[in-house]
């Protein structure tokens, strides 16, 4: 059983940058969380992040 499958991975800060935020999704996709909560203003960064990524886990 792998528990990241249902974990959430946050990074909410105010002050976070464009750099954490590419972090946080390689993190995701390294691991294998089921989602990555972040500030809106970078959901399009993430999703072009995340989708161009190769797919570890489905």
Not at 25 to 37: D, L, R, S
Not at 48 to 53: M, N, P, Y
Request: hydrophobic share 35%; glycine share 4%; proline share 7%.
């Amino acid at each position: 059983m792998n528990v990241a499958e249902y974990i959430d991975h946050t990074l909410l800060k105010p002050d976070s940058t464009l750099e954490n935020i590419r972090q946080l999704c390689g993190e995701a996709q390294e691991y294998g969380f089921a989602a990555v909560c972040i500030p809106p203003y970078y959901v399009h960064d993430a999703f072009r992040w995340l989708e161009s990524a190769p797919k570890k886990y489905k």
